[in-house]
């Protein structure tokens, strides 16, 4: 008896095969589903059914449960887009006193996709041992479209620059253009040094230069703030050395000065000077000399009365 019609099913739909007259063999050229198999099922495939039916009208059908044929039944469809990598924290160049920061990304892949794949996750901090989504410190959470995940370092970080760098797969192999971020970590607060004045000091013009010194070796350059009975003097320039003055004008009485220098991380240092200003002469009220007159070669007595404001 002869073949009448030979079609397939494949995600739903019935396409019907042509006769090949050279090789006597039924074949369609089919387009293959949009979306990736791996979620279709657990084998990861969409099943294929096949259904032949001769001139009689008698059907054979075979499908991906069938004893002989079946693993010949399953259709494995691959996405080709690649997942993507977020690194939200650290920033980018960032300056940090932390030496233990929370490395913050976001893995997704897209819509419809095979998904992340997890496993295949390996975060590098200067091209060190890998970390998994399983490696002590890694927290992992399931979110649409993938997973937002933080790392904390088990080790405190040396200060200086550091490079992370990940890597993911998604679930059909496409692998994600790495990230990589570069950050560096100061725990060490700048150096501060105030040449003039000294504390407690007095003069009695009100005419006042500070200088000093300052210098970070890790994050470099390092601002400074000087406040003069808590009103901020403005912009202080720093020399390549470290360098900087300032002219202040003091007001009459004790005056305090706060010195503040802060580098790129954040980190401070503070120097307090206290220093009086007193522009008012002193004034001699009385004078007494006892006993006057005085005999040759006899001592006396100065009694000087002196009142200063």
């Known amino acids: 008896m002869a073949v009448d019609t030979v079609r397939a099913k494949i995600n739903g739909t019935w396409v019907t095969l042509t006769k090949n007259q050279s090789t006597g063999k039924y074949e369609g050229t089919i387009a293959a589903p949009n979306i990736t198999s791996f979620n279709v099922n657990a084998g990861h495939y969409y099943p294929v059914t096949i259904e032949a039916k001769d001139l009689a009208g008698n059907i054979t059908t075979v499908d991906d449960t069938d004893s002989s044929l079946g693993g010949q039944l399953k259709l494995f469809v691959k996405e080709t887009t690649k997942p993507t990598i977020t690194i939200t924290t650290p920033a980018a160049s960032a300056f940090l ?162 010195v503040t220098a802060t580098d790129r991380a954040g980190k401070t240092t503070s120097i307090i000077r206290t220093v009086n200003l007193d522009t008012s002469a002193p004034v001699v009220t009385a004078v007494t000399i006892n006993p006057n007159p005085v005999n040759v070669g ?12």
């Open 97 to 258: 006193s932390n030496n233990t920061p929370a490395i913050t990304f976001r893995l997704r892949d897209e819509t419809n996709g095979s998904g992340v794949k997890i496993s295949s996750l390996q975060l590098k901090i200067d091209g060190g041992t890998a970390i998994t989504n399983t490696s002590p410190g890694m927290s992992v959470t399931t979110v649409s479209g993938g997973y937002d995940c933080t790392y904390t370092p088990q080790t405190p970080l040396s200060d200086g620059s550091h490079t992370i760098t990940i890597n993911v797969q998604d679930n059909d192999s496409n692998a994600a253009t790495q990230a990589s971020r570069t950050f560096t970590v100061d725990t060490v607060p700048p150096t501060l040094t105030i040449t003039n004045p000294a504390d407690n000091s007095w003069q009695n013009t009100s005419s006042l230069t500070v200088t000093g010194n300052t210098n970070d070796e890790t994050s470099s350059p390092v601002t400074v703030t000087i406040k003069l009975n808590n009103v901020d003097q403005g912009t202080i320039t720093i020399d390549t050395e470290g360098n900087f003055s300032k002219n202040l004008t003091l007001v009459e009485g004790a005056n305090t000065i706060a």
């Open 298 to 309: 006899q001592s006396y007595t100065i009694t000087v009365d002196v009142t200063d404001a």
